[in-house]
């Protein structure tokens, strides 16, 4: 049974979400504060978080850039309101998987619940697979690892598929369309802007100058690729 964590403070909105997740046969733990929020979020062996943006006490935004901190890696799609467009942006900057947009439809969120944890699942069970070498870059899909120079690079769940997948076309361009196909499913909206963001959050993990960018290229109109020229 998967085990999920919704931090909302609009009660309406946690419990609606609470009988929903249980219905489809989640195990559903929620808290209706930032503090609160994080405490279960570092205690309990979560498989996703739902985290709203505005929470009273400690915001999404901090509750996010702290467990990436710590390194814990668990999914996280965030909740956010039409005019929060920024912070959306600078969720997926300090770690969010995804986002949703309130007010939100049930079906959007289960779909992009599923992704994620279809994701995670193929990435859990996956024991082998050969580890990806371009200049002072390793990616190991079986130990879940990537490193620059040899020094371990924290990605999420989203950027360390991005990035296999960049690796494994590199020198050929893969077109938005494919990224996100790949990426996210036929059964999820996603706009081509999440995936500008999760690239540019990329590149400030890996490039030397995120502004200059060195392996990752942006083809105009096109789509991204990785560029093995110094491997």
């Given at each position: 049974m998967k085990k999920i964590l919704i931090i909302e403070d609009a009660r309406n909105i946690r419990m609606a979400l609470e009988d929903d997740f249980r219905f489809e046969g989640y195990q559903v733990d929620s808290a209706a504060t930032g503090p609160e929020g994080l405490e279960?979020?570092?205690d309990l062996n979560l498989d996703i978080i739902i985290l709203d943006l505005m929470l009273p006490e400690l915001n999404g935004l901090d509750i996010c850039k702290e467990l990436r901190r710590r390194d814990i890696g668990t999914p996280i799609i965030m909740l956010t309101a039409k005019s929060q467009e920024f912070d959306k942006v600078l969720g997926l900057e300090l770690g969010a998987d995804?986002?949703?947009t309130k007010p939100f439809s049930?079906?959007?969120l289960h779909a992009r619940v599923k992704a994620l944890l279809r994701r995670s699942e193929i990435r859990d069970q996956q024991t082998a697979g050969a580890t990806i070498r371009f200049g002072p870059f390793e990616l190991d899909p079986s130990k879940y690892t990537f490193a620059k120079n040899s020094e371990p690079v924290q990605l999420t769940t989203i950027e360390f598929a991005l990035m296999k997948l960049l690796m494994q076309h590199a020198g050929h361009v893969i077109k938005r369309d494919d990224i996100?196909?790949?990426?996210?499913?036929?059964?999820v909206y996603v706009t081509p802007r999440t995936v500008d963001t999760h690239i540019a959050n990329l590149r400030k993990k890996i490039e030397d100058d995120p502004v200059q960018s060195h392996w990752i290229t942006g083809i105009r109109g096109a789509g991204y690729?990785?560029?093995p020229h110094e491997s």
């Open positions: 279960k979020a570092l995804d986002y949703v049930p079906f959007e996100l196909r790949s990426i996210w499913g036929d059964e690729k990785f560029d």
